[in-house]
């Protein structure tokens, strides 16, 4: 059954008017209900973005929780993993990440963790969805059982320090100029100071967020600005983060960018050559590269695939035994460390094997050359698009011509009112002669707007 107000990563929308302070009350009271389990004094972490209506989310959140007798402790702006890690160590029932990741300020979101640290299944998100229509207010807990509230400090530390223990205890970035741009997000202070006390000379971007400036033209999504800074400094590599620090870029030293798709060929490398993958592979998602797919079978590693969304990879990997994952996006996750795409760990497992091949990292993260491949988007007024059958007939003639060295991915946004087409084989021109040909379909004259 579909869901109304989930996606592929929570709850995302429209700050103030499809995430209203009603529909946050009423997340924290059916959330609150479906977590109570036991007869102990049941608590919930809450962690946020810089967006100027966290305030609002956060507080109709907090109303949500403690009415139904939930304490909330508060975090304040730090990264979505921090919350995962937060929610296991502190012993909470459940996690609250309030945040749209790579979005713009206007939207915003609500990212829910169990008390084990891993986002929830659709099984979990169907029961809260259930209760979201229901009629709560006899299952309010009378006024003495109500819950409290309060802001926790430290928080900020005790991620830092969590992440500088994902490295060995030897291991020192003393010598690294690194740029990190942090998006006037949730990592504005924590990404800066963990890379300061492992020893680099730190350059900081996009840490100064003042409600409006998340993800604006800073991040893992504009890393343009980055690049500038990274040649403007002579800095041996630049970081970017997006809006919540789920995912992870690089610069290199000459200012070219290196996706996910590099970053977790490095990784498994090296972890390969110690020994430390539990399987041999990575799991992707159906968007990484056939590059890397080509080279991890070079090296012995298999690459199973599936579909867009790091929770997607998150569960093939707990159910198949992988400890290593991730999307071409930067989402990477380390379940070794983790529960979820950690930017700030992921970039830190690179910068290790940098300091350790005591190479440039255009070379380190320079593994395979990519196969072209090109994304577009369509945005779309609703319906079934990809059910018409002038899209359908587009879409089969673009297999064909791509054949069996290519390949072709058309998708719903889980996130946007977008169909992402995505092709890629050993033939640029004919790559995006097919994307072309299918954006072109699913316009329908004028139905929908290519971005």
Sequence with gaps: MAKKYFGTDGIRGRANSHITPELALKVGQAAGLVFQRGDHRHRVVIGKDTRLSGYMIEYAMVAGFTSVGMDVLLLGPIPTPAVAMLTRSMRSDLGVMISASHNKFEDNGIKLFGPDGFKLSDEVEHEIEALLGADL???????????????????????IEFAKRTLP???????LRIVVDCANGAAYKVAPEALWELGAEVFSIGVEPNG?????????????????????MRADIGIALDGDADRVLVVDERGHLVDGDQLMAVVAQSWKEDGRLSRPGVVTTVMSNLGLERYLAGIGLEMPRTSVGDRYVLEHMRE??????????????????????????????????????????SEVCHLFDPLPQILKNVRHGGGQPLQDGHVKAAIAEGEARLGKTGRLVIRPSGTE??????AEGDDHA?????????????????RAAAE
């Design 169 to 175: 205890r030897n291991l020192s970035l003393e010598g």
């Design 137 to 159: 207010s006899p299952r309010l807990s009378q006024s003495r059982e109500l819950g409290r509230a309060k802001r926790v400090e430290s928080v900020h530390a005790r991620y």
């Design 430 to 446: 004919l790559v995006e002669n097919v994307v072309d040909q299918i954006c072109d379909a699913l316009r329908g004259g004028g």
């Design 417 to 422: 009112p977008v169909i992402r087409v995505m």
């Design 320 to 361: 198949h035994g992988y400890n290593l994952g991730g999307e071409q996006s930067g989402h990477i996750i380390l379940t070794d460390y983790a529960t979820t795409g950690d930017g700030l760990v992921a970039a830190l497992q690179l910068l290790a094997v940098v300091k350790r091949q005591n190479r440039p990292v």
């Design 212 to 232: 409006f400036n998340i993800n604006e033209d800073v991040g893992s999504t504009s890393p343009e600005a980055l690049a500038a800074k990274v040649r403007e």
